[in-house]
């Protein structure tokens, strides 16, 4: 069990680019409120804006499969059955490379994770 961020290049080579995420992150979080206000008066279910701009994202679905790799790679050398983390925010359970994979997603942003 880890937070994973000792996986994330951004976070370790290019911290500028993640300061400036966060804040965008921020900003998807508080723009999400506002608009889940207004469609629970329209009679509509929670919507995640970061989720949804995360997958739509293409660079992010390959920061994601190269993330999941490179950790799946490092267990490995421990020689373990499984990994649990949450750095990224991506809700998974899934096996790679023989490895169980689970991210617990984000309990702020996505009322699907």
Not at 81 to 94: E, F, Q
């Amino acid at each position: 069990i880890q937070h994973g961020h000792q996986y994330d290049g951004v976070i370790m080579k290019m911290t500028w680019l993640y300061v400036l995420g966060d804040k965008a992150y921020g900003l998807a979080l508080w723009l999400n409120k506002k608009l889940n206000i207004f469609r629970k008066f329209l009679g509509y279910k929670d919507w995640s804006l970061s989720m949804f701009l995360k997958y739509k994202v293409k660079n992010v679905i390959k920061f994601v499969n190269d993330y999941e790799k490179m950790v799946v790679n490092d267990v490995k050398k421990n020689n373990v059955d499984g990994v649990i983390l949450g750095h990224i925010h991506m809700p998974a359970n899934k096996m790679i490379d023989g490895v169980h994979y689970l991210n617990c997603g984000c309990w702020t942003g996505s009322p699907q994770s």
